[in-house]
């Protein structure tokens, strides 16, 4: 039988599975996420929320999923937002764009990041924007233990969890009528977040850093930059890893590995990892292959030097070792020159290389439609030159296309998209950054595509999408639309999310404001959480896509069979996924009336499943310090 740590997390997975419209009670605890509440601690916040998972606070994330973008100041007199500022009714707009709001609450404050109002003042009623975090009342007393000690240094010594370098306070509020929100996501598993040492790692740790993020073993990320001798696992620094590390064991020239799990981003062949971050990963790293720790040969050697020569780095197998991380529900991020290091990889089968198909980028995009060309008959598009009678990149970083560089968008012509997706979520107008890679476009000249026409572009320039676009989203070969978090029967067939954002580096300095470089770092903060893995869905490969690991399924081929881990003599998933709460009605159960399902090995009146919520109850009243 499975474990009880593998019950709860699969019901608890199951509970939370798409938006859901909910009344929360007084009592209940707000994190806002706007700049009229939420400036000086906004990253903090995000530390906070790490922290409060980590010790078994459920997270409700409420986000409207009807919201809009007003593009505007809201104060313009030409275009007025119907929404108050700070609190509602005083007729005072924001000086700035924001979005539409999430729900509306009338609280006392607990915590105010500007030092300002004292605890248990009342507060009044706002409109709380750029989705906004709330924790039940039912957990308010656990989670305030763990937000006073967040926002008090004083008692750290005692609870090490909340120790930073960076310390700002995050506003809490208290709600003191009941209020309705929709839940996006149902948030309660802390991340395990890997990072790429690629020599710009520096700039995924400031942000992680900026909000108080440890790693697994809780040390804060490092600083400085880090290579094989202290970061990776097994070291100091066991959530940097190195790009040996990543790529595994490649063989010998004789023999290459082809296994792309067999790095570091793996444990026992299954994903290790929630997430995994790349800044700045250069496209002429991606293009080298080194033979005994030095240059390969320009030809393939024969014979006993072939047999005994060892591959020692390939940073084709680094994208292939992504990919396959990529087939569990995961979540990579990559930043500037990263997106194109990954995106517009290319399989090559010559030498040194000796490619397979699974060392292909192309997470999002096709590779488009190769143009053939001749001296009589060049290029018609000038960024492209005639190579071996095809139409190829001048810029190296745009070959094997995907994507295209293209200028850095004004920040007042952003366009927003999709604003309702819980990666995007940010409150005021977002500010552009520069870099060797702002923003990308779609090779209209090679006919690129997003893979399966998804819509993936978060936030695009005037002229977008697809050309200018600076923050994408979507799931590995666009094998799903972005939306609602899937049920956990119908995970399997969507792979991980990618995410990808233009610019080198964004700031963390606080207060946030309109218009700051600060609101990348939030988008990047976003996105440790967005993953389904914080929902608690187990990681690894589910080929049946019934929502149960192939590891933990006795039938990983059938939809139907996984076994009765509740014991009430019907299997739980016999309506085609795991579900505890529906297991008498599928056709695997054949109906509690039909068969007593739900009552054999009960040890009360109460069906199975209502008795294995108390015990999630128990649990998840459990402490880890």
Same mark, same amino acid.
């Given at each position: 039988?499975?474990?009880?740590?593998?019950?709860?997390?699969?019901?608890?997975?199951?509970?939370?599975?798409?938006?859901?419209?909910?009344?929360?009670?007084?009592?209940?605890?707000?994190?806002?996420?706007?700049?009229?509440?939420?400036?000086?601690?906004?990253?903090?916040?995000?530390?906070?929320?790490?922290?409060?998972?980590?010790?078994?606070?459920?997270?409700?994330?409420?986000?409207?999923?009807?919201?809009?973008?007003?593009?505007?100041?809201?104060?313009?007199?030409?275009?007025?937002?119907?929404?108050?500022?700070?609190?509602?009714?005083?007729?005072?707009?924001?000086?700035?764009?924001?979005?539409?709001?999430?729900?509306?609450?009338?609280?006392?404050?607990?915590?105010?990041?500007?030092?300002?109002?004292?605890?248990?003042?009342?507060?009044?009623?706002?409109?709380?924007?750029?989705?906004?975090?709330?924790?039940?009342?039912?957990?308010?007393?656990?989670?305030?233990?763990?937000?006073?000690?967040?926002?008090?240094?004083?008692?750290?010594?005692?609870?090490?969890?909340?120790?930073?370098?960076?310390?700002?306070?995050?506003?809490?509020?208290?709600?003191?009528?009941?209020?309705?929100?929709?839940?996006?996501?149902?948030?309660?598993?802390?991340?395990?977040?890997?990072?790429?040492?690629?020599?710009?790692?520096?700039?995924?740790?400031?942000?992680?850093?900026?909000?108080?993020?440890?790693?697994?073993?809780?040390?804060?990320? !490092?600083? +400085?930059?880090? $290579?094989?001798?202290? *970061?990776?696992? %097994?070291?100091?620094?066991?959530?940097?890893? /190195?790009? =040996? &590390?990543?790529?595994?064991?490649?063989?010998?020239?004789?023999?290459?590995?082809?296994?792309?799990?067999?790095?570091?981003?793996?444990?026992?062949?299954?994903?290790?990892?929630?997430?995994?971050?790349?800044?700045?990963?250069?496209?002429?790293?991606?293009?080298?292959?080194?033979?005994?720790?030095?240059?390969?040969?320009?030809?393939?050697?024969?014979?006993?030097?072939?047999?005994?020569?060892?591959?020692?780095?390939?940073?084709?197998?680094?994208?292939?070792?992504?990919?396959?991380?990529?087939?569990?529900?995961?979540?990579?991020?990559?930043?500037?020159?990263?997106?194109?290091?990954?995106?517009?990889?290319?399989?090559?089968?010559?030498?040194?290389?000796?490619?397979?198909?699974?060392?292909?980028?192309?997470?999002?995009?096709?590779?488009?439609? !190769?143009? +053939?060309?001749? $001296?009589?008959?060049? *290029?018609?598009? %000038?960024?492209?030159?005639?190579?071996?009678? /095809?139409? =190829? &990149?001048?810029?190296?970083?745009?070959?094997?296309?995907?994507?295209?560089?293209?200028?850095?968008?004004?920040?007042?012509?952003?366009?927003?998209?999709?604003?309702?997706?819980?990666?995007?979520?940010?409150?005021?107008?977002?500010?552009?950054?520069?870099?060797?890679?702002?923003?990308?476009?779609?090779?209209?000249?090679?006919?690129?595509?997003?893979?399966?026409?998804?819509?993936?572009?978060?936030?695009?320039?005037?002229?977008?999408?697809?050309?200018?676009?600076?923050?994408?989203?979507?799931?590995?070969?666009?094998?799903?639309?972005?939306?609602?978090?899937?049920?956990?029967?119908?995970?399997?067939?969507?792979?991980?999310?990618?995410?990808?954002?233009?610019?080198?580096?964004?700031?963390?300095?606080?207060?946030?404001?309109?218009?700051?470089?600060?609101?990348?770092?939030?988008?990047?903060?976003?996105?440790?959480?967005?993953?389904?893995?914080?929902?608690?869905? /187990?990681?690894?490969?589910?080929?049946?896509?019934?929502?149960?690991?192939?590891?933990?399924?006795?039938?990983?081929?059938?939809?139907?069979?996984?076994?009765?881990?509740?014991?009430?003599?019907?299997?739980?998933?016999?309506?085609?996924?795991?579900?505890?709460?529906?297991?008498?009605?599928?056709?695997?159960?054949?109906?509690?009336?039909?068969?007593?399902?739900?009552?054999?090995?009960?040890?009360?009146?109460?069906?199975?499943?209502?008795?294995?919520?108390?015990?999630?109850?128990?649990?998840?009243?459990?402490?880890?310090?």
């Amino acid at each position: 039988m499975r474990s009880i740590a593998f019950v709860v997390a699969m019901l608890l997975g199951s509970m939370s599975a798409g938006a859901a419209n909910r009344t929360f009670q007084p009592g209940s605890l707000i994190i806002p996420m706007d700049l009229s509440y939420q400036d000086t601690g906004m990253f903090q916040a995000y530390g906070l929320i790490y922290a409060l998972l980590r010790n078994n606070i459920h997270i409700h994330w409420v986000i409207d999923p009807a919201k809009t973008y007003h593009d505007t100041n809201c104060n313009s007199s030409a275009s007025p937002c119907p929404w108050d500022c700070e609190l509602e009714g005083s007729g005072v707009k924001c000086a700035y764009p924001t979005m539409s709001p999430d729900f509306t609450a009338t609280t006392n404050v607990i915590w105010d990041d500007k030092g300002v109002a004292a605890r248990d003042s009342v507060l009044g009623t706002h409109r709380y924007r750029g989705g906004p975090f709330v924790i039940d009342s039912a957990d308010r007393d656990a989670a305030l233990a763990i937000i006073d000690v967040w926002n008090d240094p004083s008692t750290w010594a005692a609870n090490p969890y909340a120790m930073r370098t960076v310390f700002h306070v995050t506003t809490i509020h208290e709600a003191t009528a009941a209020f309705t929100g929709d839940v996006q996501k149902e948030m309660i598993a802390a991340p395990s977040i890997a990072v790429f040492a690629d020599g710009n790692e520096g700039i995924a740790t400031g942000y992680i850093r900026a909000a108080g993020i440890p790693q697994s073993n809780g040390a804060e990320f !490092p600083a +400085a930059k880090c $290579g094989d001798a202290n *970061c990776g696992p %097994g070291t100091a620094n066991p959530d940097m890893l /190195t790009e =040996v &590390a990543i790529m595994g064991d490649l063989g010998t020239c004789a023999a290459p590995n082809i296994d792309h799990r067999n790095g570091a981003l793996f444990r026992n062949g299954q994903a290790a990892y929630c997430q995994i971050m790349s800044m700045h990963w250069d496209v002429t790293d991606r293009e080298r292959v080194d033979c005994d720790g030095g240059g390969c040969p320009a030809v393939k050697p024969t014979g006993a030097e072939c047999d005994a020569m060892q591959f020692t780095y390939n940073g084709h197998e680094v994208v292939a070792e992504v990919r396959e991380f990529l087939k569990e529900n995961t979540h990579f991020f990559a930043e500037c020159q990263a997106v194109n290091a990954y995106e517009n990889t290319t399989p090559n089968a010559a030498w040194p290389f000796l490619d397979d198909v699974g060392r292909d980028g192309h997470f999002l995009t096709t590779a488009g439609t !190769p143009v +053939a060309c001749s $001296g009589a008959n060049p *290029c018609s598009d %000038g960024n492209y030159e005639c190579v071996g009678g /095809t139409c =190829v &990149a001048k810029d190296v970083r745009e070959r094997g296309t995907g994507f295209e560089i293209a200028d850095q968008p004004a920040s007042n012509t952003v366009k927003v998209l999709r604003p309702e997706i819980p990666y995007n979520q940010f409150d005021g107008m977002y500010g552009t950054t520069g870099g060797s890679e702002p923003a990308y476009n779609l090779s209209s000249f090679l006919g690129v595509e997003y893979k399966n026409n998804r819509q993936v572009t978060l936030l695009t320039g005037p002229n977008g999408p697809e050309v200018a676009d600076i923050y994408m989203t979507g799931y590995l070969d666009g094998a799903c639309a972005l939306g609602p978090l899937l049920k956990p029967g119908d995970r399997g067939a969507c792979n991980g999310k990618i995410s990808y954002l233009g610019g080198h580096s964004y700031d963390t300095q606080v207060p946030v404001i309109s218009g700051s470089k600060s609101q990348g770092a939030r988008l990047f903060l976003n996105a440790l959480f967005e993953a389904d893995c914080v929902t608690g869905t /187990t990681v690894g490969p589910d080929a049946d896509g019934d929502g149960v690991t192939d590891d933990q399924d006795p039938e990983p081929d059938d939809p139907n069979v996984c076994g009765d881990s509740d014991s009430d003599g019907c299997d739980d998933c016999s309506t085609g996924h795991f579900d505890l709460t529906n297991d008498c009605t599928g056709g695997g159960g054949g109906g509690e009336a039909a068969s007593g399902c739900c009552d054999a090995g009960d040890t009360s009146t109460l069906p199975g499943w209502l008795a294995l919520c108390g015990l999630v109850f128990v649990v998840g009243r459990r402490r880890r310090r």
